[in-house]
């Protein structure tokens, strides 16, 4: 087969787009199909079409605020509903995936067709920050299915460890629109910005690699009184005055997964989510929302741990929790290197 070769574009003319990268990392995969590449790009379309009904949800808001209906008179439905439904629907039209799982859906949607992939997603998180016009996003977890090929799919091919995971990835709906994904830690992390003139997402962060470590702590204080005391001692630990190790680090939270976690990718730092008395199993979700995180951070260079003791002879990475149900929750410490293992010196400690 002739090998692709591109011919450098000069970074002043035209940039590399999503579609184009994605079309690189097919030639570089022997054996490709076609079939990851074509799912790749359905979900690249359902993020542009998402995009356009957050932009709006503004005006509609404000528009809509008479009554249940918006400036095309249509209902104003809730914004984390459509994006589930665009979704689901562009991809099932696709025709490449046997199973999806998301947050607005109680059961998986299991698929006839011979769909080759499972896709677990939390189509708009922190949507309730939308009208505070904070960062909102979708993220997202492709995993190869382990059903038979061509029966309809299963629960299993979405009860996959994140370690199985062929893909992940979010798009950070904020000042502007970013698409961040990795098939895997061999090809890298990358975002690419919406160029919202043409409708294209250019490569903007190329390889983009976790700090080993940061100058931020991001973890929602309101819950202290509920936190395990290694908690308590970690946070303690973040705001000391210590100038040989560049503390107090500076307190981040935004409350929107997707806008702390990609903060904390692209600058480094720790964002975390613990348990607690409130959510002895954490909040997060382990499938769509800690799952497709840790799988960027560790490709990118960082980590991603439940944040609980390290079983003897187990394992603490988020990637290697076995799933058990589609919504199962999860605590979720992610971010650089340095930083998260300073987090599990304190579950040391203190034994918690
Ligand atoms: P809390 C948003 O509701 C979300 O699911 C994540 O995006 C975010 O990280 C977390 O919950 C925030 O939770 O309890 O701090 O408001």
């Not at 003319?13 to 790749?40: D, K, N, R, W, Y």
């Not at 950070?172 to 994904?181: C, D, I, K, R």
Request: glycine share 10%; with cysteine.
């Amino acid at each position: 087969m002739q090998q692709h070769s591109w011919r450098p574009v000069p970074p002043s003319s035209v940039g590399i787009t999503l579609e184009q990268h994605i079309s690189q990392q097919m030639a570089m995969s022997p054996g490709a199909t076609g079939h990851f590449t074509a799912l790749l790009y359905q979900v690249m379309l359902a993020a542009k079409l998402v995009d356009a009904r957050v932009r709006q949800a503004g005006l509609a808001d404000v528009l809509g605020l008479t009554g249940e209906t918006n400036i095309q008179g249509e209902r104003v439905q809730k914004l984390d509903l459509v994006a589930n439904e665009i979704f689901c629907t562009v991809l099932q039209r696709g025709m490449r995936t046997c199973a999806i799982a998301s947050e607005e859906l109680e059961t998986a949607i299991l698929l006839d067709g011979g769909g080759r992939y499972a896709v677990a997603m939390d189509p708009l998180d922190g949507s309730s920050n939308i009208d505070c016009n904070v960062t909102i996003g979708t993220i997202f977890g492709i995993w190869r299915r382990r059903s038979e090929s061509m029966e309809r799919g299963q629960d299993e091919d979405l009860l996959q460890p994140g370690s199985a995971l062929r893909a992940a990835g979010y798009i950070a709906y904020g000042s502007s629109t970013m698409f961040v994904y990795s098939t895997g830690a061999k090809f890298g992390v990358h975002g690419f910005t919406l160029d919202p003139r043409i409708g294209e997402f250019f490569l903007s962060h190329q390889d983009i690699r976790v700090p080993s470590r940061g100058n931020t702590y991001s973890v929602n204080e309101g819950n202290s009184s509920k936190w395990e005391p290694s908690t308590r001692k970690w946070v303690e630990h973040m705001k000391e005055d210590d100038a040989a190790s560049k503390r107090p680090y500076g307190a981040r939270y935004v409350g929107s997964l997707v806008a702390d976690a990609h903060r904390t990718l692209i600058k480094g730092g720790i964002f975390a989510y613990p348990a607690d008395r409130k959510s002895p199993k954490g909040k997060l979700r382990l499938q769509y929302e800690a799952n497709p995180m840790a799988f960027l951070f560790e490709a990118a260079g960082g980590r991603a741990i439940t944040g609980r003791p390290k079983p003897a002879g187990g394992s603490n990475r988020i990637l290697d929790v076995r799933p058990e149900s589609l919504h199962e929750r999860t605590p979720l410490v992610i971010g650089s290197s340095d930083d998260v293992e300073t987090y599990e010196r304190f579950l040391g400690e203190t034994g918690a």
